[in-house]
Nanobody, 119 residues
Framework: QVQLVESGGGLVQAGGSLRLSCVAS????????MGWYRQAPGKQRELVAA???????NYADSVKGRFTISRDNAKNTVYLQMNSLKPEDTAVYYC?????????????WGQGTQVTVSS
């Protein structure tokens, strides 16, 4: 059974930094795109950043220049370095990965980690 486990969320003051991590475990044949989404109260889930297996990245306009996504393919891990955090970054952050396992290719989601930025 493939699982994604996130860590690194928490409470931080505006202007501070946090680093999120997400590890994929289980019987995994390959991982294509890995990414981070977030969902604030009363809002739809939105893409924050994504990275392909080859390292091509994509960011939401609201986080460009402040957040950096990276991955370690050997460890099946994706990271999100968040700097210059703003109160509007407050949300539950979810890891997403396109994984090929014994059942085929599909999207997997983590359980979410809360990020709260105080003003």
């Amino acid at each position: 059974q493939v699982q994604l486990v996130e860590s690194g969320g928490g409470l931080v003051q505006a202007g501070g930094s946090l680093r999120l991590s997400c590890v994929a475990s289980g019987i995994i044949f390959s991982i294509n795109t890995m990414g981070w989404y977030r969902q604030a109260p009363g809002k739809q889930r939105e893409l924050v950043a994504a990275i392909t297996r080859g390292g091509v990245t994509n960011y939401a306009d609201s986080v460009k220049g402040r957040f950096t996504i990276s991955r370690d393919n050997a460890k099946n891990t994706v990271y999100l370095q968040m700097n210059s955090l703003k109160p509007e970054d407050t949300a539950v952050y979810y890891c997403n990965s396109q994984i090929t396992d014994s059942f085929g290719s599909r999207d997997y989601w983590g359980q979410g980690t809360q990020v709260t930025v105080s003003s």
